[in-house]
């Protein structure tokens, strides 16, 4: 049970990091006065926080 657990918690940190970084992307091709530098570090900063 606890390597389901441990699976299971690895499987939401990838999604989460990775449906973070791709809504930031998305953002990004739509941008409204706000440079795209500015998307670039959101994108890293959700990936870098989830370690």
């Known amino acids: ?3 389901y657990i441990f699976a299971m918690h690895i499987f939401y940190f ?3 990091a ?3 970084a791709w809504y930031f992307y ?3 091709r739509k941008f409204r006065g706000v ?3 500015e998307y670039v ?3 890293f ?3 870098i926080a989830d370690f």
Do not use: H
Request: aromatic share 10%.
């Open 26 to 28: 998305l953002l990004s």
């Open 35 to 37: 440079y795209r530098y």
């Open 41 to 43: 570090i959101a994108i």
């Open 45 to 47: 900063m959700g990936l």
């Open 1 to 3: 049970m606890e390597k």
């Open 18 to 20: 990775a449906a973070g």
């Open 14 to 16: 990838v999604i989460m």
